[in-house]
């Protein structure tokens, strides 16, 4: 091979070789899974609710019913908190609501301790799906 | 006479295309470290798969009575429905409001363990009052 022909090729093997190394690279790529969504939180239809509360001869309150729940509210559970002055918790608990015909009723016994029926000055309300 | 012409033509042609040559592979050669060292570039594509293949992620809420509302506000959130696919992945909750706006978030790892589908999220980033709250928006992720 003459000196021109060998020198012609080194040239090119060396164009090439810039070549390739100028080429941008190909990079496997994985991912994780992802799944994401978002909804509405629906309400059942509660507009307001009323308490009726039975007291003992010590003035304690030993349970508190609900009625008038609307049906959409089934199976779902009602908390109910007795607030005393200044809204101070005095005692509450959690029923799940039932005994549905034309409404839905719940009543709670239980409020963690004793509740004094004079110092009962509000009732709060909540109701989270089942 | 004629030949020492002839070859002296050869020679300059030669050293010229050396010369070409060499220029040429030492300017390609600097621009082409400069665009390895300062614009490297790798590119490729992959799926984003679902692990959630059945089901519906549901959110519950824990609330609590609180006495500066006065009234309840959401204090956790546990979502039902979980795919057991979805085993060790990171879900993520935001509730929200009026505009969509954030009110709270979390997250917490799924465990299907004893064929579980839930997963409670205790350690919201506020608690926001149960009212307030229109929306929820769940992620699954890892």
Request: overall charge positive; glycine content about 14%; some cysteine.
């Amino acid at each position: 091979m003459s000196i021109l022909g060998k020198t012609l090729g080194s040239g090119l093997a060396v164009a090439a070789t810039f070549a390739a190394t100028a080429a941008a690279a190909t990079l496997a790529v994985g991912s994780t899974s992802l799944s994401a969504g978002s909804t509405s939180v629906p309400a059942c239809g509660i507009s307001s609710l009323t308490a009726t509360r039975t007291v003992d001869n010590s003035g304690n309150v030993t349970r508190v019913s609900v009625a008038g729940i609307p049906t959409a509210c089934s199976g779902e559970t009602l908390s109910v908190t007795l607030a005393g002055a200044a809204n101070a918790s005095l005692g509450g608990g959690s029923a799940t609501i039932g005994g549905c015909a034309a409404t839905c009723s719940a009543s709670l016994a239980s409020f963690g301790g004793t509740v004094s029926a004079a110092s009962v000055t509000k009732y709060s309300f909540g109701v989270t799906g089942a | 006479m004629t030949k020492a012409i002839k070859a002296l033509a050869k020679r300059r042609t030669l050293f010229a295309v050396v010369l070409a040559l060499t220029i040429f592979g030492t300017v390609y050669g600097f621009a082409a470290s400069l665009n390895v060292g300062a614009n490297a570039l790798s590119a490729g594509n992959a799926a984003v798969a679902s692990c959630q293949a059945s089901g519906t992620p549901t959110g519950t809420y824990a609330l609590t009575y609180d006495s500066t509302i006065p009234g309840y506000k959401v204090t956790g959130v546990t979502v039902t429905g979980m795919d057991p696919g979805c085993n060790g992945k990171t879900v993520s909750v935001t509730l929200t409001g009026a505009a969509n706006a954030s009110l709270a978030s979390g997250s917490a790892v799924y465990s299907s363990a004893g064929a579980s589908t839930t997963v409670a999220i205790g350690a919201l980033s506020a608690n926001p009052n149960a009212t307030s709250l229109t929306g929820v928006s769940v992620a699954v992720n890892g």
